[in-house]
Antibody, heavy 118, light 104 residues
Framework: QVQLQESGPGLVKPSETLSLTCTVS????????WSWIRQPPGKGLEWIGY???????NYNPSLKSRVTMSVDTSKNQFSLKLSSVTAADTAVYYC????????????WGQGTLVTVAS | EIVLTQSPGTLSLSPGERATLSCRAS???????LAWYQQKPGQAPRVLIY???SRATGIPDRFSGSASGTDFTLTISRLEPEDFAVYYC?????FGQGTKVEIK
């Protein structure tokens, strides 16, 4: 059974960079697309972007200028960096595995709340 | 960019009743690219239906998906107590805004 686990600071100061890592267990990170999705408190889901195990990426245009994703296949991990954060970036951040055809997210991490505050 | 509009925003029903949730796409969408998720408080979303019609592993057969043009429907034939939750549709990088199914 594939499992995903997010890790990283739960509190980030405004203007700083949010950094999260997702560790994949029970399966290989290879040959799959890996996504980050966030959910502000009480609101809906927003796709942030995805990274393929080879390192190719695709980001949400609304966040593209601030997002960087990377993958470490030796550790079965992928990561998210979101720069210049504001209070609007406060959310639960999920990592998820994406199936391409058909298109859906089949495995999700439990989510981690990141609060942007001074 | 595709917009997915879910209706109603909230559905108030009793256990045992039938729930019909709608997801309308702003432009033509391949049925292969439409999925439904269930989210309970404090939990990650869980995929219920993918490819508009196919139930994910372990999903009870009271959940079913259908499609007609740009309109997609999730039907729960008889609500169980554990079905009261928020439901999202998804196509590609876009999620609908969600429908909350609450106990009447």
């Amino acid at each position: 059974q594939v499992q995903l686990q997010e890790s990283g600071p739960g509190l980030v100061k405004p203007s700083e960079t949010l950094s999260l890592t997702c560790t994949v267990s029970g399966g290989s990170i290879s040959s799959h697309y890996w996504s980050w999705i966030r959910q502000p408190p009480g609101k809906g889901l927003e796709w942030i972007g995805y990274i393929y195990y080879s390192g190719s990426t695709n980001y949400n245009p609304s966040l593209k200028s601030r997002v960087t994703m990377s993958v470490d296949t030796s550790k079965n991990q992928f990561s998210l960096k979101l720069s210049s954060v504001t209070a609007a970036d406060t959310a639960v951040y999920y990592c998820a595995r994406r199936v391409v055809k058909p298109d859906y997210f089949d495995y999700w991490g439990q989510g981690t709340l990141v609060t942007v505050a001074s | 960019e595709i917009v997915l509009t879910q209706s109603p925003g909230t559905l108030s029903l009793s256990p045992g009743e039938r729930a019909t949730l709608s997801c309308r796409a702003s432009q033509s969408v391949s049925s292969s690219y439409l999925a439904w998720y269930q989210q309970k408080p404090g939990q990650a979303p869980r995929v219920l239906i993918y490819g508009a019609f196919s139930r994910a592993t372990g999903i009870p057969d009271r959940f079913s998906g259908s499609a007609s043009g740009t309109d997609f429907t999730l039907t729960i034939s008889r609500l169980e107590p554990e079905d009261f939750a928020v439901y999202y549709c998804q196509q590609g990088e876009t999620f609908g805004q969600g429908t909350k199914v609450e106990i009447k």
